[in-house]
């Protein structure tokens, strides 16, 4: 791997904001392609402060310092990952569910799906069932995708697939799911169509279904 990622993950880590921009603009500039900067730099450095945090090893000041130092970088390549695929292959819904403020991870499902040619509606975080139709009747999207990273409110996704469904609408759009506590199983146990590990997996996982539609 080279240096300049690694350089980048240690910055975040420490959360160094201007030496994440700067770096992230040194790899660029060297021919590193925002994908391996987003895959091999920022999401493992994320990852690391999540891990830290967990152990107690960092505060939430610490961490979210790291949080704000891994934007730095994404804020750079965020626009030339969007502008890879100029058509837009298929529509996604993405929100954050009720009683869940987390987005980091949410934010990069968005811009690994933009990255892959999809048009994406962020709802944003706290997003009711409610709200999650609306938007469906709103944008007609192929794809509705929830992030949960609590075990408390992924219990929700199940609530909002039956809200969907009983809105008459489930048929019309393809359900993904994802978060940290989230596993296959559980996907499977709410009536989801598909789960994903991380952000690339949504990439693959939506690109998959739409080529069976
Ligand atoms: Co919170 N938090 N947090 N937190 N927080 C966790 C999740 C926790 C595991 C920490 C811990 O205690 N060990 C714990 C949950 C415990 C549990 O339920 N089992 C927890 C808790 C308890 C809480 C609070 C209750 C703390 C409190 O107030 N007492 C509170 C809840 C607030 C609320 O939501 N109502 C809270 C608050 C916060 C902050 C605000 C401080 C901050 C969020 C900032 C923000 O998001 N803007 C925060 C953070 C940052 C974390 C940790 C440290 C990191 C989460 C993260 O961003 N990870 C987290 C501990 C951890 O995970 N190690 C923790 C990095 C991110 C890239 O990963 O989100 O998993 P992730 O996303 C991945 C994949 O999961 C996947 O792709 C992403 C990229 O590859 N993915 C999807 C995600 N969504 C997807 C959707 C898809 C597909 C893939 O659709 C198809």
Redesign the pocket.
Known sequence: MSNLLIEIQEAVINGQQAKVDELTQAALDSGITPQAILNEGL?PA??T???K??KGEFF?SE??IG?RAMYAGLNIIKPLLAGQNAATKGKAV?G?VQ????????N??CM?MEGGGYEIVDIG??VSPENFVQAIKEHSPDFV?????????MEVMGKTIKVIADSGLRESVFI???????TQKFADSIGAD?????????VS?ANVLLVAK
């Open positions: 999401i994320m990852s402060v999540g891990e945090f967990q939430i961490m979210m949080a993405i954050t009683g869940d403020l987390h987005d980091i991870g949410k990069l499902v690994m975080i706290n995708l929830m992030s949960a990273l609590l075990t408390t409110t993904g799911v994802g978060g940290a506590p989230v598909f789960f994903s590990p991380d952000a690339g997996d949504a996982k």
